[in-house]
């Protein structure tokens, strides 16, 4: 039986990436020793999108394994972006797609999907 989903996130700098996740996106969290703290996401789905012409697999374990782009989900994107101004978090140009309202914003390392979607959804199944 399946039990979750164990999403790894590249960056070079993870002491303060982690810091983020932790202070500013206040996502709870288990130190598994040493600082290493894994966190709980929201809810989550997935879907698979053709790579066009890209190869977007990466090798972990010396498997290779399918790519990702993450976007983190929300019901208010206005609402969201307001609660990170007030942490001074700065967010590109909102923009509107067929599947969503959406934006960046960056912790230390990368930048963070998130969207509004208005396509049906899989996080209630």
Known sequence: M???????????????DRAF???V????FVDAGNSWLIFK???AEAALHPTEGESRSL????????????YLMCDDLEAYLKRLEAKKIRYSQVEKAPWGTKTTFRPPSAEVGLHQPTHPTALTL
């Open 2 to 16: 399946l039990i979750g989903a164990h999403v790894l996130l590249y960056t070079d700098n993870p002491e303060a």
């Open 21 to 23: 996740f932790r202070d």
């Open 25 to 28: 996106l206040e996502f709870p």
């Open 41 to 43: 996401l929201p809810p």
């Open 59 to 70: 090798v972990h374990g010396e498997r290779s394994l399918l790519g990702a782009v993450r």
